[in-house]
C-alpha cells in the first residue's frame, strides 16, 4: 500500500489529505483552509506548508492546480491569482516545503481519479470529466487515455467571456439562481462541449454535483451522464494517484 498526500488549489479552498493509492481512498482526516486573498504564489505557498505541517508526511506529494499546467509551470491563471502566470508551480511549493511536487491540472486529476477508482471504470471512447467548483473544469479521455490541460470552461460564453464565468458554480451562487436557473445554463454549456467533441460519456463531479438531481431535468444533451463517485475528493486522490505513477517510473 503506498500512502501518498494530495493536494488540491482551488479557486476558494485548499485541501489535502493522505491518499491510499491502490485503493483510491482517502486514509487520513482531509484538512481545509480557505485559499488566501490576495491568491499569490507567496501566500498560497504559505497555506500549502501549513497544510503539509498537518501531517506526519515526508514523501512526493501529488498537487492539483486550476490552471494549464506543462512540466510543472502554470502557463493560464484561470480561477486565481495573475502572478501564477508562467510560474513553476511544483518549485514554489518544494521550496517552502522541502518536499517533492508533481502538479497537474485539477480538472485531470479529477479524471485520473474517476476513471481509475470512479464513474468512469471500464468506460471506452471520448470521456469527459466536468468539475462543477469556482469555474468550470474539464478532464478529457479518450479509452483511458488523458489529453492534458483541455479548458472547456475557458470557451467563450453568451457574452465573449470565458462560458465558466455564466454557468459555473460561482456564477450561480454570485448570480443568487435556482438550481434550474442554473441547470439551464450548465445544459448550455454541455451543448457546446458535446457538438465539439461527440463524448461518448459525460462524468460531473465537484462539489455541485451532489445535487446533480435538482438540476438534472434542465440537461438535455444526448449524451450518457455518470455522476461523479469522489465529487469533491476527486482532485486529491487524482493528484496522489499521478504522484505515485511518476515515483515508480
Known sequence: MANILGIDV?????????????????????????????????????????????????????????????????????????????????????????LAFIVLND??????????FGAGVGLLG????????????????????????????????????????YAGNRARTADNLSWDEWGQRFNYFLERVARVLSPDHLIIGGGASKEFAQYEHAIKVPTTIHVAKFRNDAGIIGAAVAAGQRESQ
Open 10 to 98: 482551488g479557486g476558494t479552498g485548499i485541501k489535502a489529505a493522505l491518499v491510499d493509492t491502490d485503493a483510491g481512498s482517502l486514509v487520513s482526516d482531509k484538512r481545509r483552509i480557505d485559499t488566501p486573498n490576495p491568491s499569490t504564489p507567496k501566500n498560497v505557498a504559505a497555506t500549502v506548508k501549513q497544510l503539509v505541517a498537518e501531517f506526519d508526511y515526508s514523501g512526493p506529494v501529488g498537487c492539483c492546480f486550476p490552471t494549464v499546467v506543462i512540466d510543472g509551470k502554470a502557463t493560464t491563471a484561470g480561477n486565481i491569482d495573475e502572478a501564477w502566470r508562467n510560474t513553476q508551480i511544483d518549485a514554489v511549493f518544494s521550496h517552502a516545503t522541502g
Open 126 to 165: 471520448m470521456v469527459i470529466m466536468i468539475t462543477i467548483g469556482t469555474g468550470l473544469g474539464s478532464g478529457v479521455f479518450y479509452d483511458g487515455q488523458l489529453i492534458p490541460n483541455i479548458e472547456l470552461g475557458r470557451m467563450p460564453g453568451k457574452n465573449g467571456e470565458p462560458i465558466e464565468f
Open 107 to 116: 480538472a485531470d486529476a479529477a479524471g485520473i481519479a474517476e476513471m481509475r
